[in-house]
């Protein structure tokens, strides 16, 4: 990454530098082209006023110094005077560019190689008065000198230029990339003030999900760690009764005491695993669920029906309050909903106490409530009671046989269908556990 944005900073360092350059230089020569013209202009209106006899006496200093060379040519283009050949062995000029131009606008230029001196020069000719025309002419050499003069100059400069951008390049992308390398080391400890404005959103969702899959994992590992426990209780049960039966080592009386009790261990595993199963099951983010319309009423009635056996048993009294509420729910889920809010509130109950579940409709939403006058949960411990394998009394949920997931799927089938779920609960008044829908 950062090689990449080096060579990009760098590309575009050196094409703005040759550009800049090209752009100089173009600019350079056409200001020094005009600057030429316009003192060969100046140098001709001065000659054009001395008649060709008098320039090799009025002209005192040799013209070659300057680079300079003057040429007077008549009306019909035969050479008067020049000041670097003979004119006695000069042809015509009324074919050279310049001097056609000056006969037919008045002044004419040109830039070309000499057909007398065979070097590459620059023409200005001024028409006289009299038809006859006056031509100063400067030789490119020494320009082209300055030319590359200052090429080299602007050579030497656009590579200090370069040099420069290719530090600065390196600290700058340094500096872009510092953020993202910390946060490659270690997400959490990246402080948002310490990076750019821009990055500050990504950084917090990157921290945010980072933080999620660490709790995640967490949990999954906690899980992993209660399953396992949780599963070897009864397993170990369910083989020391065993063995001890495969002994022989136990009478007619034992054997079937160990039998029920392998029995009841076996419930419980299988309990156990259908709750692993389901929230499993809840868990799965592309768990595609099917609505229909159910009555809440309807499921109450069933379920007081299915555990009036097991709240007679507890010497607990199990009653159903309300009427008719129909809404839009997955019938199955509903179903396991309310049975694990019933069989918590029989199981942690007191003898002779009682259950009650409502039904109803609140601000035109269907609303469940199971309220029971049982043991009760501490104020401090009411926000874990949903986490996976949290019991309150663990004592006596063994001994009743919970598994410590039965709110938890509770939770997960409230939010699989959209409603809220809040508790009130008192040590040794009750708890009531209301779902609006």
Same mark, same amino acid.
């Given at each position: ?83 670097? *050949? $003979?004119? !006695?062995?000069?042809?015509?000029? %009324? =074919?050279?560019?310049? @001097? ?7 002044? +004419? ?19 006289? *008065? $009299?038809? !006859?025309?006056?031509?100063?002419? %400067? =030789?490119?050499?020494? @320009? ?7 090429? +080299? ?28 390398? %910390?946060?490659?080391?270690? @997400? ?250």
């Amino acid at each position: 990454m950062k090689k990449k944005i080096n060579i990009g900073f760098m590309l575009i360092a050196a094409i703005a530098i040759v550009v800049t350059a090209v752009c100089s230089m173009f600019l350079f020569y056409q200001i020094l082209e005009e600057q030429i013209f316009d003192d060969l202009k100046a140098n001709a209106h001065v000659v054009s006023v001395i008649s060709p006899d008098q320039l090799s006496k009025d002209i005192t200093y040799s013209l070659e110094t300057d680079g300079l060379r003057i040429t007077c040519v008549d009306e019909n283009g035969d050479v008067e005077y020049d000041s670097m *050949e $003979d004119v !006695s062995s000069m042809e015509n000029h %009324k =074919e050279r560019p310049e @001097i056609a131009e000056a006969m037919k606008n008045g002044e +004419g230029k040109s830039i070309r190689v000499s057909s007398t001196s065979s070097k590459h020069t620059f023409y200005y000719a001024l028409r006289k *008065e $009299d038809g !006859s025309v006056v031509r100063v002419a %400067k =030789e490119s050499g020494s @320009i082209y000198h300055l030319v590359s003069t200052m090429s +080299g100059l602007i050579l030497a400069v656009g590579l200090m230029v370069f040099l420069m951008c290719v530090f600065y390049s390196y600290r700058l992308t340094r500096r872009l990339m510092a953020p993202i390398e %910390k946060m490659a080391d270690n @997400i959490v400890l990246v402080d948002e003030t310490e990076v750019y404005e821009e990055m500050q959103p990504f950084i917090s969702m990157i921290k945010k999900q980072h933080m999620d899959i660490l709790n995640h994992a967490q949990m999954r590992q906690e899980f992993t760690a209660n399953v396992s426990h949780e599963l070897k209780t009864p397993l170990t049960a369910i083989s020391g009764y065993a063995e001890l039966i495969a002994s022989g080592m136990t009478g007619g009386e034992d054997t079937v005491h160990f039998a029920n009790e392998i029995h009841k261990s076996a419930e419980r595993l299988q309990s156990l695993i259908n709750d692993i199963i389901k929230l499993s099951e809840l868990d799965d983010s592309d768990l595609k669920l099917e609505f229909e319309t159910v009555d809440l009423h309807e499921l109450g009635e069933q379920c007081v029906s299915s555990m009036q056996m097991q709240a007679e048993k507890n010497e607990v009294t199990l009653q159903l309050e309300g009427t008719s509420v129909p809404m839009s729910g997955n019938k199955t889920l509903l179903e396991e909903l309310l049975f694990n809010l019933c069989s918590n509130a029989v199981r942690y109950n007191k003898k002779g106490g009682s259950v009650t579940i409502v039904t109803a409709i609140e601000n035109t939403r269907p609303v469940l409530i199971v309220k029971d006058t049982g043991i009760g949960i501490p104020k401090e411990q009411q926000e874990r009671v949903f986490e996976r394998f949290y019991r309150v009394d663990k004592s006596r949920s063994k001994s009743t046989g919970g598994t410590g997931l039965g709110l938890a799927i509770v939770k997960h089938i409230v939010a699989q269908h959209d409603a809220q779920i809040s508790m009130t609960s008192e040590v040794g008044v009750g708890t009531e556990i209301k779902v609006v829908f």
